[in-house]
């Protein structure tokens, strides 16, 4: 998914909705915090997966995007981790190395 032009996402288009970002790199931080931002998204931004959980149990929150430093199978940990306390929360889940197995 390009979020870098045009027109975001429908379900990104939820004005005063509340995200919580994971640290993924300076460029890829801002480039989710201008796409959320221009949607008019408030947003929070955490160091890292551990913290994600810390917040998501803590408040709630329209969308969570994990950080990109992490394992895929470290990341459905945590998705299961939070759908247990909310279930319904969107998650994206962002990782820089993968395999077909994950």
């Keep these: 998914?390009?979020?870098?032009?045009?027109a975001a996402p429908a379900f990104?288009?939820?004005a005063g909705s509340t995200a919580l970002l994971a640290d993924s790199g300076a460029e890829l931080n801002d480039l989710l915090e201008s796409v959320l931002r221009r949607e008019n998204w408030k947003i929070q931004r955490v160091p890292d997966n551990q913290a994600v959980l810390a917040l998501a149990v803590a408040n709630s929150f329209d969308l969570i995007i994990t950080g990109a430093k992490t394992r895929g199978a470290d990341d459905i940990e945590l998705l299961r981790q939070i759908r247990s306390v909310r279930p319904?929360?969107?998650l994206?889940?962002?990782i820089d190395e993968w395999t077909p197995g994950t």
């Design 1 to 6: 998914m390009a979020l870098s032009s045009g």
């Design 12 to 14: 990104l288009s939820a």
């Design 88 to 90: 319904h929360v969107r």
């Design 92 to 94: 994206i889940i962002l």
